[in-house]
């Protein structure tokens, strides 16, 4: 039985900065694309970071370019969303999903295989 459980969540200041983990028991990664989806009360489940097996091919929405960066360690079967300068709009439920439809300049979790439980991220004003 698969299981992708996320890491690194909690609760931090507007301004700062969490790195979430991901990794799978029971499947190696290292041939998947990986992706970060978030979801806040209220709203859509939207693509927030996604990265392909080679690495060589990421997105970003619009919304984290340049404070989010996804990263992914095929030795130690894992992938990282490092996020920096936090915002209170950030506030949401993290996802690590496996396999999302990643293309040039967009990502989304059509066909997803497998998704994470979630690791809550609280930024606070």
């Known amino acids: 039985q698969v299981q992708v459980v996320e890491s690194g969540g909690g609760l931090v200041p507007a301004g700062g900065s969490v790195r979430l983990s991901c990794t799978a028991s029971n499947l190696k990664l290292d041939t998947s694309n990986m992706g970060w989806f978030r979801q806040s009360p209220g709203k859509e489940r939207e693509a927030v970071a996604c990265?392909?097996?080679?690495?060589?091919?990421?997105y970003y929405a619009d919304s984290v370019k340049g404070r989010f960066t996804v990263s992914r360690d095929h030795a130690d079967n894992m992938v990282y969303l490092q996020m920096n300068n936090l915002q209170p709009d950030d506030t949401a439920m993290y996802y690590c999903?496996?396999?999302?439809?990643?293309?040039?300049?967009?990502?989304?979790?059509?066909?997803?295989?497998?998704w994470g439980r979630g690791a809550q991220v609280t930024v606070s004003s």
């Open positions: 990265i392909s097996w080679t690495g060589k091919v990421t």
């Open positions: 999903a496996v396999d999302p439809a990643l293309r040039i300049g967009s990502c989304s979790a059509s066909g997803t295989q497998a």
